[in-house]
C-alpha cells in the first residue's frame, strides 16, 4: 500500500460490484474512497433485482388468490391492487437497504464521495467537482445501461428503468425482446392487470437456457394470457392522436399500446470515464477488456460486474469484488472468480433456474457420452385447484460416473431449490449421489433425487 497517494483504492460506482469492492478492500485495512452519483446500491437496489423481486412477489401474491378462490375460499379470484400501495412497500424497503448502506461505509471508515467520476491518468481521477483523488488501484465498477434500438421513434418507448416509475398497470402494454428482462416484465406485468404482448426478433425465449425448458416457459405466458410473437421485428413507433402507441412492422394491425417496453440488452457504461484515453481497452458492448483477474490492458485499473461484460448478475459482481479485493489487499494472489457453473434464475410464473451446461451445450462438447433425465409434473398445489401449469426438471448427466453437469428446473419454488443443488453440481456430484439422498416428501424438490 503506498503512502504517497490519497487513497490505496479508489472504487467509481456505488452498486452491487463497487459496495463489495469498498467493504472487502477496507476490510484488509486499505484506505478507500468510492465515488456515487446516484443512489447507493446501483441497478440492483435501485432499477433491478430488488424492486423487480417485489412486484414478482406481489404477481406470485396475486397467482396464489387465484388458486386460492379455485380451492374454494371466499375470494374473488382477481382483487383490485392498490398499485401505489405496493409501491409504498417497496420503496420503504429499499430505503432501509440505502440506510442500512450508509451506516456501514460509515463504519468501516470508507469515504464517499456524490460525483461522478473520470479517469486522468492511471492513478488519478477527476470528480464531476473539479476535485482531483490518487489511488494505487483504481476499480471500474459503473454498471451498464439499458439499450434501445436504432429504430424510428424509439424514444416513445421505455426501458427497464421506467417499469419502476408505474403508478399503475397500463392496460395494453408491448415487450420487445426474448431476454431476462423481457420475460421477467411480461409475466408480472400480466399478472398484476395489464394485457401483455411480447415481440421477440428470435425464435425462442431465453437463448442461454435450456431449449425445452424455454419451449415450456413460453406456452406459461400463453396460458397466462401473454400474445408471443417469434420472428417478429419491430421496425418503429408511432404515436396516435389519443398518444397510444403503434408498432410498424410487425402486428402493425393489432392493438395500440399504452406502454411499450424494450428489453434488448444492456451496454457497458465507460462513455466519458476517460478511459480510452489513459490506454483502457475497450469492447464493443461498451465494456472494459479484463483478464481472468479483473485487470485491464492498464495495470492499476480494474474493472467488475456489468461493466466488465461477463455475466450480469448482481451476485457475480460481488463475488468478482472481493476476489480482486483479496487479490490485491489481502495477501491471497491466487484468488480470482470463476465464472464456472453460475446458478441463475429468471423471475418468470413459475420461475426457471439453471446451473452448468444446457443439454446442447453439453451435447456438443461430450457427444454420445450424455445422458438427459426429465421429470415433467403437476406440482401439488396446482393439482389441487386443477390449474393447468406444470413443472419441467431436468438433469443432464456425462460418462460412465454419471457426473451431473447440468440442472434446469422450470416450476414453483424452482427459484429456492436450486441454490443447494448448485452446491453439489460445484462439488462433482453425480446421479447416482444424487438418488443415494433420501427424498423430502411430498415435495417438488424430491423430484431432483428421484428422476428417473
Ligand atoms: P450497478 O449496480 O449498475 O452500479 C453501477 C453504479 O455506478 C451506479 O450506481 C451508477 O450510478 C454508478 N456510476 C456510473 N457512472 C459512474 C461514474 N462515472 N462515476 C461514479 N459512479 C458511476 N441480477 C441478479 O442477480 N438477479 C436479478 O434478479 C436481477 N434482476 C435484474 C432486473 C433488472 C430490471 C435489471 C436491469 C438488472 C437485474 N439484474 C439482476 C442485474 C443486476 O442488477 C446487475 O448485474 C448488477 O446491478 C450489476 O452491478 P454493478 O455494480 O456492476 O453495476
Ligand atoms: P438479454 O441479453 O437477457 O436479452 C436481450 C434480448 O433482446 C434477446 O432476446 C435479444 O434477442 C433481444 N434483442 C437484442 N437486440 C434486439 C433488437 N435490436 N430488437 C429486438 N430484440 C433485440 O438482456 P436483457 O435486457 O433482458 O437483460 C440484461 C441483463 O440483465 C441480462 O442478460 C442479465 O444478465 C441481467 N438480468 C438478470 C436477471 C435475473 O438474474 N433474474 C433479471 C433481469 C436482468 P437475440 O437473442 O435474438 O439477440
Sequence with gaps: MSASRDYDVIVLGGGSGGLAAAFRAASHGARVAMLEPGELGGTCVNVGCVPKKAMWLAADVAGRIALASALGFDVAPRPALSWPELVTHRQRYIANIHASYRRRLDADGIAVVPRRGRLLDAHTVVCSDGVRISAEHLVIATGAHPRRPAIEGAELGGVSDDFFNLCEAPAQVAVVGGGYIAVELAGLLQALGSRVEMFVQGARLLDRFDAELAMQLAENLRQQGVRLHFETKVQGLRQAPDGRLRVVGANASGPAFDKLFFAIGRRGNTDDLGLAEVGVKLGERGEVVVDAWQTSSVPSVHAIGDVAGKLGLTPVAIA???????????????????????????????????????????????????????????????????????????????????????????????DEILQGFAVALKMGATKRQFEETVAIHPTSAEELVLIR
Design 320 to 414: 468478482a469484488a472481493r476476489k480482486l479485493m483479496d487479490r490485491l489487499f489481502g495477501h491471497q494472489p491466487e484468488a480470482r472468480m470463476d465464472y464456472d457453473n453460475v446458478p441463475t434464475v429468471v423471475f418468470s410464473h413459475p420461475p426457471l433456474g439453471q446451473v452448468g451446461l444446457t443439454e446442447e451445450q453439453a451435447r456438443a462438447r461430450h457427444g454420445d457420452a450424455v445422458r438427459v433425465y426429465c421429470s415433467n409434473f403437476r406440482p401439488m398445489l396446482q393439482a389441487l385447484a386443477e390449474g393447468p401449469q406444470r413443472s419441467l426438471f431436468k438433469l443432464v448427466c456425462v460418462g460412465e460416473e454419471q457426473k451431473v453437469v447440468g440442472i434446469h428446473l422450470l416450476g414453483e419454488g424452482a
